[in-house]
Nanobody, 128 residues
Framework: QVQLVESGGGLVQAGGSLRLSCTAS???????????MGWFRQAPGKERDIVAT????????YYADSVKGRFTISRDNAKNTVYLQMNSLKPDDTAVYYC??????????????????WGQGTQVTVSS
């Protein structure tokens, strides 16, 4: 059973930075290196929206328009870990951030319904 554990959330002032981490267990690093990984976020009363995704090799990334130029997704397959570096944070970035694993090896994440496994989430709060 795959488990994803996020960390790194917290309270930060607008303009600040946070780095989220998501580590997968229940997968060998070889298996982890075949899955697209993604970060999503969900604010109260809203849907869970995609933030960023990264392919299994790390060669290709996708960002929501709202975070382009501010957030960077990366991965270390040897550590079964994916990261989200968040800079120039805004109050609108306040949400629970979730890590997600793609549906199967070498398949993309194209939205929340295509995520096969979720982490428990980590709260990010940006004060104005």
């Amino acid at each position: 059973q795959v488990q994803l554990v996020e960390s790194g959330g917290g309270l930060v002032q607008a303009g600040g930075s946070l780095r989220l981490s998501c580590t997968a267990s229940g997968l060998t690093f070889r298996a982890f290196s075949t899955y697209t990984m993604g970060w999503f976020r969900q604010a109260p009363g809203k849907e869970r929206d995609i933030v960023a995704t990264i392919t299994w090799t790390g060669d290709s990334t996708y960002y929501a328009d709202s975070v382009k130029g501010r957030f960077t997704i990366s991965r270390d397959n040897a550590k079964n870990t994916v990261y989200l570096q968040m800079n120039s944070l805004k109050p609108d970035d306040t949400a629970v951030y979730y890590c997600g694993k793609g549906p199967s090896s070498f398949e993309p994440i194209v939205g929340a319904p295509t995520v096969a496994s979720w982490g428990q989430g980590t709260q990010v709060t940006v004060s104005s």
